[in-house]
């Protein structure tokens, strides 16, 4: 990431929750307004910021009751800052924090091994 209209377009709070959610699954606007509890025209406006600055395309569309909806997916898997701004680096953590704290998925992992000998694991 390093022109300023990227800079600018993750400095608004629902477009770092946007890329957040379509990080996890292509999605639509009705999908996405209903998911952070936000109404559509804000959804899509923030898309289009999104779009413009090249961090989100569409990925796809499918007929629905007379209409096409669009499904919108992460343009990058990773955002790589170049020559980062103190203010924006902790806008950003603190965003992936909230998300993190948000979000249902389970954030932590537990590994456990079990080592049969031979004779156990006839």
Known sequence: M???EQH???AHPLRQRLLFTLKREPSTISRLAAQLGVNKGSVSHH???LREAG???AAGSR???G???QYYRVSARRLLVQDPQPEGTAALLGAVAQELDR???EHTLTLRHLRLGPAKAA
């Open 2 to 4: 390093d022109s300023a």
């Open 103 to 105: 979000s249902p998925v």
């Open 67 to 69: 209409g096409t909806e």
């Open 8 to 10: 600018a377009a993750l």
């Open 47 to 49: 898309l289009k910021v």
């Open 63 to 65: 007929q629905v009751r």
């Open 55 to 57: 961090l989100v395309q």
